[in-house]
């Protein structure tokens, strides 16, 4: 497998008056194909680690790379552009827009990347139907479930085929069920060779889904537990979690 994210000595304090760093020195690399999950308590940097490498923020010092490309280095609107093309996201709260159904919703990202009207639709419907949810395409967010919102949300951030999905607390918002469907789905996308970085709270979903789990702790990397699914102990990752949190 490739290289495709590299952090290198990252460091990023949001208050020049502050002795305290959201991320402190922090080396992290990320390959091709893997499904990695940052763990950690709140406060522990894992929204910061992910908006770094999604170029939404500027480390204070150090380098992030990601798909060969310096994000320190970059304008916002070559990072915009960046952003388009090469990640997905996908987020707690859904974040899809309430007056478009769930077709519009997918294509819109597809639209905004300068694909055509006909190839977006085409793309969407494609992906809707690939994530069991082809029949709820004319729905609006506001009829649908949270694990069915969840799913199209998804879709949408794969719409552009792009090279890392970054996943921020995506089974936050939703029931136990529904949470395992999606992690379940996340993890048979990966399958499919999709890169996936995912930000959780929830120590037995990541080492039941994930192949890599990150453990933060105080803006540090405290722990990094490779997981093959038939050697993955959710104790042991909860342990290091509540063990590291504990210090």
Known sequence: ?????????????????????????????????????????????????????????RATSGTVVVDGVDLGQRGEAELARFRRQRLGFVFQFFHLLPNMTALENVMVAAQLAGVRTGAARASARDLLARLGVA?????????????????VAIARALVNAPKLILADEPTGALDT???????????????????????????????RHCRRVVSLVDGRVVDDVRL????????????????????
Do not use: C
């Open 1 to 57: 497998m490739d290289g495709l994210v590299e952090l290198t000595g990252v460091s990023k304090v949001y208050d020049s008056g502050s002795a305290r760093s959201a991320l402190d020195g922090v080396s992290l690399g990320l390959a091709a194909g893997e499904f990695t999950s940052i763990m950690g308590p709140s406060g522990s940097g894992k929204s910061t680690l992910l908006n770094l490498i999604a170029g939404l923020d």
């Open 135 to 151: 029949d709820l395409a004319d729905q609006y967010p506001a009829r649908l479930s949270g694990g069915q919102q969840q799913r």
């Open 177 to 207: 069920r529904s949470g395992d469907q999606v992690m379940a789905l996340l993890a048979s996308i990966n399958e499919g060779g999709q890169t996936i970085v995912l930000v959780t709270h929830d120590a037995k979903l990541a080492a």
């Open 228 to 247: 093959e699914s038939s050697d993955a102990r959710p104790s042991d990752v909860v342990r290091v979690s509540v063990e590291e949190a504990a210090r």
